[in-house]
């Protein structure tokens, strides 16, 4: 009985958690930072501010999750490349990777960032840690499983995924903060990922 009663409620809190993401995504985006507050989030959701406060206590935490969510791909939904093909997973993951960036509120929530963060120094403070987000942890373990099998040779996979995911980034996102009508082709966006793969290649993998 004591396990169902805690499935329950572990149902009513990922619930409860979903609307007030969804319900602070978009006063976010509406109303900017400063003027969202847990109160209004809390209305909008239709949940109390003590639902709200137990799982995001401040502001910030709960901006963060937002963007973080904005990010997020169910596992289910993220197929991981099997080893032994170095070149071959490092495309499949960094089109996963640009599909993420490619997102209209990804955008709009980082743009969010950069222009809110200098006002409030609780959000300059915060480590947003982007590592959680399953593309980028499938990388990660990816690149372990490259080493394992023999045809990688990554002794520092950070640097590694910074490398890779920094080139797709450079032409994929970033320019879109600066020109909002920027856009790839699904053709361009495979060749900046396949390209970004064959350098990767060209510095990791065993020969």
Known sequence: ???????????????????????????????????????????????????LFKQFPTKAELFEATVLAAGDTPDRELEEPPSGDFRAGLVALGLAYAELLTRPRMADLIRAVIAESPKFPELRERTFDFGTLPVLAALMRYFGAENAAGTADIADPDVAAAQFLGMIATVVFWPRLVHGNWSLSEAETFRVVDEAALTMVARYAKR
């Open 1 to 51: 009985m004591s396990r169902e009663l805690s499935a329950y409620h572990r149902s009513v809190s990922t619930t409860n958690r979903a609307a007030i993401l969804a319900a602070a995504t978009d006063l976010f985006l509406e109303l900017g930072y400063d003027r969202t507050s847990l109160a209004r989030v809390a209305a909008t959701a239709e949940v109390s501010k003590a639902t």
